[in-house]
């Protein structure tokens, strides 16, 4: 996706700007119906993380509890990416980004802040790292489980190769493990296929969604539900 502006992440705008002037299909209709505002991502390979990474700290910027808690969750995932054979300085300064981006949130609690972190390409860039080695870490711990869902001889090779390098495009095996290593659930909506329907996913099943994705020619932006009524 081209974002006009060079923005990594823009400002929320209508759910109509998804759609082309001409009738809106069915699934845009139901999208409407559905989701208020759309958040666009930079289409650069790294738009799930980018779009993870923001959104649940935008849910999460007026709970200070909670987000002392993911504050909490990122320092102790460094024991995750040990665990799994990465030497402490190889990911040290970008446990530090996420860490220092996450303080920054708590000391002022304003959006503005956090659209002007993520469009800082190395902040940005080092939260999106920091979560591709954490994802690459979890897949790895959890090998027994995780290696029946990889198309690749060796899940480590994988994880090197399409897991920890920027520019990769996200797996659906990556979006379990890394919602499963941060504890987050995820309500992904899906335009895909021939059918006239979204499709809906929660990642975990069953839990309470925190945010909304928009999975699109493979790529995601952020969704805003409207209020229930």
């Not at 002037?21 to 845009?28: L, V, Y």
């Not at 849910?59 to 030497?87: E, Y």
């Amino acid at each position: 996706m081209k974002m006009e502006d060079g923005s990594l992440v823009s400002d929320s705008e209508d759910i109509s700007t998804l759609f082309s002037a001409q009738t809106p299909s069915a699934k845009h209709k139901d999208l409407s119906c559905q989701f208020s505002a759309v958040r666009k991502v930079r289409g650069d390979g790294n738009c799930f993380y980018r779009a993870f990474c923001f959104a649940h700290l935008e849910s999460v910027l007026h709970n200070a509890r909670a987000l002392q808690r993911f504050k909490d969750k990122i320092v102790h995932s460094s024991k995750v990416l040990t665990s799994a054979g990465f030497d402490e300085s190889s990911f040290r300064h970008h446990l530090n980004t996420v860490v220092n981006v996450v303080e920054q949130c708590q000391a002022q609690q304003q959006e503005d802040t956090l659209l002007r972190l993520f469009n800082e390409p190395v902040t940005s860039d080092g939260l999106v790292q920091y979560l591709r080695l954490l994802t690459s870490a979890h897949l790895q711990n959890h090998a027994d489980f995780f290696c029946n869902f990889v198309e690749a001889p060796d899940l480590h090779v994988y994880c090197r190769q399409e897991v920890e390098a920027m520019a990769m495009e996200c797996d659906h095996v990556d979006i379990l493990a890394l919602t499963q290593a941060l504890d987050i659930c995820i309500h992904i909506v899906s335009m895909e296929g021939d059918e006239q329907q979204l499709a809906h996913h929660i990642i975990p099943e069953g839990a309470e969604p925190s945010l909304y994705l928009l999975y699109q020619t493979s790529h995601y932006n952020i969704l805003y539900p409207r209020p229930q009524l």
